[in-house]
């Protein structure tokens, strides 16, 4: 799949009943998910690839690296982001609830899409791995390595938690 492919697909409205297909389904990931591609097999689905300045053997340095990277992805694709503000605390519950309290009161448009970015942060600073979210017209939704997409019933129960989850940035997306 090229970039130009990729474009084209993020410009458009995500196609749900796409990941009824197997291929689709086991060829996509959450950064797909919530870019909205639902083209298979790609080695873009890596946070830094759409962009060309990460290579997928490099490990990610800190959280502002993943979200400088994540931005540049999306600048790339020519897709607007708008970072939402969210409240940085110790405290992961109290956390959760004023960002999801913020994005459930954001009103979006036809055309936008929210992302969460979380991050799993080593004792070093360094990234271990990271995982999206994706908060549309069907609530909020996440994609798992050759997984259907699955619809989030209770957000606060299925936060992502653990010494080193963390949320990097919640985004407003625009295609």
């Known amino acids: 799949m090229s970039i130009n492919e990729l474009k084209e697909r993020v410009h458009?409205?995500?196609?749900?009943?796409?990941?009824?297909?197997?291929?689709?389904?086991?060829?996509?990931?959450?950064?797909?998910?919530?870019?909205?591609?639902?083209?298979?097999?790609?080695?873009?689905?890596?946070?830094?690839?759409?962009?060309?300045?990460?290579n997928i053997h490099d490990q990610y340095c800190s959280t502002k690296e993943v979200e400088e990277l994540f931005l540049k992805d999306?600048?790339?694709?020519?897709?607007?982001?708008?970072?939402?503000?969210?409240?940085s605390d110790e405290d992961v519950k109290f956390v959760r609830d004023d960002t999801l309290r913020r994005i459930k009161k954001y009103e979006l448009k036809e055309n936008e899409h929210i992302v969460l970015l979380f991050v799993n942060v080593l004792a070093d600073g360094s990234i271990l791995d990271f995982h999206f979210w994706r908060?549309?017209?069907?609530?909020?939704?996440?994609?798992?390595?050759?997984?259907?997409?699955?619809?989030?019933?209770?957000?606060?129960?299925?936060?992502?938690?653990?010494?080193?989850?963390?949320i990097c940035g919640v985004y407003v997306v625009e295609r």
């Open 12 to 54: 458009r409205k995500i196609d749900y009943s796409a990941y009824a297909s197997t291929n689709v389904r086991n060829g996509t990931n959450c950064y797909s998910h919530a870019l909205g591609s639902t083209l298979p097999h790609s080695p873009l689905y890596r946070v830094g690839a759409i962009c060309g300045k990460k």
């Open 74 to 87: 999306m600048e790339t694709l020519g897709l607007k982001v708008i970072k939402m503000n969210i409240i």
């Open 135 to 166: 908060y549309d017209e069907k609530g909020f939704t996440e994609k798992r390595w050759e997984r259907s997409v699955t619809v989030i019933d209770d957000p606060k129960v299925s936060w992502p938690v653990g010494m080193m989850t963390k």
